[in-house]
């Protein structure tokens, strides 16, 4: 059974200019797109940062193993071991126990389809590209389908994945003297491996192997076996902050966002303001770079339709690709950096104002890059 196949196709010059204009449409959506994301992160990122230092100015630290009721609706700050009376079941595989969460872990042996492709320019402006199909084997916990798969012969999956993974969380969790709000119970996730070593009722076909249950085969696994595994969350040691209500700690609301943080261990309060700063920030500069590469992309697609122009001559083709995405990229730090120092303006000047003449010197590079680039050659046979 061959489990690697490679395709040679082939786009006229004519086929690439049309599918370059269309993207015309595609690229000025992006662009359209990336604007209001830079300014709604630049507006986020200040809110954040502004909630941030209120709740790190009005934190207040106390004691977990007993409820203060003059500290209620207070900014507040506890640290302690979080547990549970609570049990929890998966009926499915006949196994009950007191923990924070409990997770169930189903894969199932598949066939993968990875590609590769390679494209070369010809003389004319047509392109060639190679593309390689490669198949197999391995465990996913997502189920694939294999009907979309290029050469979906001899490589077919199951319709479906028989059993779903699934996590079970406590409803009631405590810190001290704290009823912990499920917000808080979502962020403690240290889970450990839970060994099975005795079987339950479960369903046919399953037989204990490497901790957990398997179907099918396991010293030969073939596509469709499945295996399941699980772990647990038990009692761990948590810092958090939040708003004390009533006899527990939910989400503290401040009139620029919310806080509801929390860390595993005992880390004091200053410590986790300044992890929430630096999430912050790295949010901040990721949406950014998102943002700048819509941009780039958008622009590059906006583009597109010159270097496919140019490409009847594949060396000039090049030079003409390099010169637009050079231009693209200018045009997105460009218009990206002012946009974001539009919405920094009323906050940061300082920075705005930098981020201002960034966008300047961008524009002045990519207006004297335009004027020097090098001319597209006419098609053959195109009169003048």
Same mark, same amino acid.
């Given at each position: 059974?061959?489990?690697?196949?490679?395709?040679?196709?082939?786009?006229?010059?004519?086929?690439?200019?049309?599918?370059?204009?269309?993207?015309?449409?595609?690229?000025?959506?992006?662009?359209?797109?990336?604007?209001?994301?830079?300014?709604?992160? =630049?507006?986020?990122?200040?809110?954040?940062?502004?909630?941030?230092?209120?709740?790190?100015?009005?934190?207040?630290?106390?004691?977990?193993?007993?409820?203060?009721?003059?500290?209620?609706?207070?900014?507040?700050?506890?640290?302690? $071991?979080?547990?549970?009376?609570?049990?929890?079941? @998966?009926?499915?595989? @006949?196994?009950?126990?007191?923990?924070?969460?409990?997770?169930?872990?189903?894969?199932?042996?598949?066939?993968?389809? =990875?590609?590769?492709?390679?494209?070369?320019?010809?003389?004319?402006? !047509?392109?060639?590209?190679?593309?390689?199909?490669?198949?197999?084997?391995?465990? !996913?916990?997502?189920?694939?389908?294999?009907?979309?798969?290029?050469?979906?012969?001899?490589?077919?999956?199951?319709?479906?994945?028989?059993?779903?993974?699934?996590?079970?969380?406590?409803?009631?969790?405590?810190?001290?003297?704290?009823?912990?709000?499920?917000?808080?119970?979502?962020?403690?996730? &240290?889970?450990?491996?839970?060994?099975?070593?005795?079987?339950?009722?479960? &369903?046919?076909?399953?037989?204990?192997?490497?901790?957990?249950?398997?179907?099918? !085969?396991?010293?030969?696994?073939?596509?469709?076996?499945?295996?399941?595994?699980?772990?647990? *969350?038990?009692?761990?040691? *948590?810092?958090?902050?939040?708003?004390?209500?009533?006899?527990?700690?939910?989400?503290?609301?401040?009139?620029?966002?919310?806080?509801?943080?929390?860390?595993?261990?005992?880390? @004091?309060?200053?410590?986790?303001?300044?992890?929430?700063?630096?999430?912050?920030?790295?949010?901040?500069?990721?949406?950014?770079?998102?943002?700048?590469? $819509?941009?780039?992309?958008?622009?590059?697609?906006?583009?597109?339709?010159?270097?496919?122009?140019?490409?009847?001559?594949?060396?000039?083709?090049?030079?003409?690709?390099?010169?637009?995405?050079?231009?693209?990229?200018?045009?997105? *730090?460009?218009?990206?950096?002012?946009?974001?120092?539009?919405?920094?303006?009323?906050?940061?000047?300082?920075?705005?104002?930098?981020?201002?003449?960034?966008? *300047?010197?961008?524009?002045?590079?990519?207006?004297?890059?335009?004027?020097?680039?090098?001319?597209?050659?006419?098609?053959?046979?195109?009169?003048?």
């Amino acid at each position: 059974m061959a489990d690697h196949f490679t395709e040679t196709t082939t786009r006229s010059w004519s086929s690439r200019i049309g599918g370059s204009l269309k993207g015309i449409l595609v690229g000025f959506i992006l662009v359209l797109a990336a604007f209001p994301l830079l300014w709604w992160n =630049e507006g986020r990122a200040i809110d954040r940062t502004q909630t941030l230092e209120t709740g790190r100015k009005t934190v207040v630290a106390v004691e977990s193993d007993r409820l203060d009721p003059a500290r209620e609706g207070q900014l507040i700050h506890i640290a302690g $071991l979080a547990t549970t009376e609570e049990v929890l079941s @998966d009926p499915l595989f @006949d196994l009950s126990l007191s923990a924070i969460k409990l997770r169930r872990q189903v894969e199932m042996y598949q066939w993968v389809e =990875e590609s590769r492709s390679t494209t070369t320019k010809n003389v004319g402006g !047509s392109e060639t590209t190679e593309t390689t199909y490669d198949y197999r084997r391995n465990w !996913s916990e997502r189920w694939i389908d294999s009907s979309r798969f290029k050469h979906p012969a001899d490589h077919a999956n199951p319709p479906s994945m028989p059993y779903a993974s699934e996590t079970k969380q406590a409803s009631r969790v405590k810190v001290g003297a704290f009823n912990l709000a499920p917000v808080f119970v979502t962020q403690i996730n &240290p889970f450990q491996a839970l060994p099975i070593t005795q079987k339950g009722r479960v &369903p046919e076909g399953f037989e204990l192997h490497g901790g957990g249950y398997y179907q099918g !085969s396991p010293t030969a696994p073939r596509v469709g076996d499945l295996r399941v595994s699980f772990s647990v *969350v038990e009692p761990s040691q *948590v810092s958090l902050i939040g708003r004390q209500a009533g006899r527990g700690i939910e989400t503290a609301r401040l009139p620029k966002g919310q806080i509801a943080l929390l860390e595993l261990g005992r880390v @004091d309060a200053t410590t986790m303001f300044d992890h929430a700063d630096t999430a912050n920030r790295f949010l901040t500069w990721a949406i950014r770079a998102g943002g700048l590469l $819509l941009l780039w992309i958008g622009f590059g697609m906006i583009l597109a339709p010159l270097k496919v122009l140019a490409d009847v001559v594949p060396f000039i083709g090049r030079l003409v690709g390099a010169g637009t995405g050079l231009i693209a990229a200018l045009l997105a *730090v460009a218009l990206g950096a002012l946009t974001i120092a539009i919405a920094w303006v009323l906050h940061r000047p300082l920075l705005a104002g930098l981020l201002l003449a960034l966008a *300047v010197v961008a524009l002045a590079i990519g207006a004297f890059r335009m004027r020097s680039a090098p001319r597209t050659p006419r098609a053959p046979g195109v009169a003048g």
